[in-house]
């Protein structure tokens, strides 16, 4: 499990723009925010405490081919099951790798553009912690679509109308400051749904 | 001395039947060519061998141990498949890295590049390569593990005569270190390797 993870990290280093990308989409989505709704304090206070979500869910949902798909066009993912027996092992390896890669370089530029949008200290820290739980949970849900539709080609859309009602959840409670054990208990949930569907998905393609 | 024992295999893909009843022997140092029209069913046998389609009907057995139950065969055999395994926005010199990180075997790159004189492609991102280069570097996974068989399959694919006959010299020298070798083609090896099975 450690030569993969080490192995998707390295890839995420070599093509570096991985990070660069992650963090300039979701700071130009809340940067565009001002310029439509204005300077007002309040008004952008309440805002961001939603378009982070939207920003977060783009981020995540935009890059998910990235998860399984891209080995299996160029059939590294034919040398991962040679050299990991364990489905789960893969899987886990990936979704750790997934949220490294393109939700961690978002909590860094967090606590810049709260400072930018007025946020208090003591609401940055709730909404870091339900962006951490919610951010967890929905890698673990495009993992599983992303396993379930390995092999079709340009079908982003069906992806996404797949994956948009399933992270609903996460919005819902992701706007509310207090409902981080609610995105953990999502979290947990979506995990183990997650683990069975994907290594489900992952074996229709073995087999 | 390693015996690769296929007694009866029979293999559905969905409702078609693919594999038939095939039996075969292979002992250390030998080769096998499969041949057969597209879609006959050799890269599904190679996967089957591979242990990637585990639903069949018959015993594939490596010295005399069934594959399926045995743990240790996936470090025993190398599949090299039709697509290259290479990252195209890397350059060739990453992905060999990428490989070494994931087989977790170091490796000399300018000696395994120097097999196929590709040495000075090291630099040069895979997008700008010929398919034939990019097969002569997907051949070079042969080098990161001691496996005991190969599986290629149509290795000599987009690879020009001269290229050809070193993987030709390479599998010969696998052989006659007890290595066994499987591999599927569409063109004639008959000279080569004598060794041949139709499906």
Excluded at chain 1, 156 to 184: D, M, Q, R, Y
Aim: proline fraction near 2%; charged fraction near 15%.
């Amino acid at each position: 499990m450690f030569a993969l993870l080490k192995r998707d990290l390295y890839l995420a280093l070599f093509s570096s723009s991985s990070f660069f990308y992650t963090s300039s989409f979701f700071v130009l989505v809340l940067i565009i925010l001002p310029f439509l709704f204005g300077t007002n304090d309040v008004q952008l206070q309440v805002l961001f405490k939603g378009i982070i979500w939207i920003g977060l869910s783009l981020s995540i949902l935009l890059t998910m081919d990235r998860i399984f798909n891209a080995d299996y066009e160029d059939g590294n993912l034919d040398i991962i099951f040679q050299q990991n027996p364990s489905l789960e092992t893969i899987i886990i390896s990936k979704y750790i790798t997934h949220w490294i890669v393109y939700c961690l370089p978002l909590f860094i530029v967090l606590p810049i553009l709260s400072f930018l949008f007025y946020v208090s200290l003591d609401n940055f820290f709730l909404i870091f912690l339900n962006l951490f739980f919610g951010s967890l949970g929905m890698v673990f849900i495009v993992t599983f679509v992303s396993a379930l539709t390995l092999g079709a080609k340009r079908t982003i859309f069906l992806k996404a109308i797949i994956v948009i009602p399933l992270f609903v959840p996460f919005l819902i409670f992701g706007t509310n400051l207090e409902s981080w054990p609610i995105l953990l208990a999502l979290s947990m949930m979506s995990f183990v749904l997650s683990m069975y569907v994907s290594a489900y998905g992952l074996r229709l393609y073995v087999e | 001395m390693n015996e690769l024992k296929i007694e009866d295999l029979t293999c559905y893909r969905g409702e078609n039947l693919v594999l038939k009843d095939l039996n075969t022997k292979l002992k250390s140092g030998e080769t096998l060519v499969i041949r057969g029209s597209n879609g006959s069913g050799k890269t599904t046998f190679l996967r089957v061998l591979s242990n990637f389609i585990k639903s069949y009907k018959g015993k594939i057995l490596f010295n005399d141990q069934n594959v399926l139950e045995d743990s240790y065969y996936r470090y025993s055999f190398n599949f090299i498949g039709q697509k290259n395994s290479l990252k195209d926005n890397l350059s060739v010199k990453n992905n060999l890295r990428l490989w070494e990180i994931i087989y977790q075997k170091k490796i000399s790159y300018s000696k395994i590049l120097e097999e196929f004189n590709i040495t000075h492609l090291i630099e040069r991102d895979v997008t700008s390569l010929s398919d034939g280069q990019k097969k002569c570097i997907s051949l070079l996974r042969l080098n990161f593990t001691e496996s005991k068989i190969w599986y290629l399959d149509e290795p000599f694919v987009y690879l020009d005569e001269e290229n050809s006959q070193k993987l030709i010299q390479k599998i010969k020298n696998f052989n006659n270190n007890n290595g066994i070798v499987i591999i599927t083609s569409n063109i004639n090896l008959q000279n080569t390797f004598t060794n041949e099975i139709k499906i």
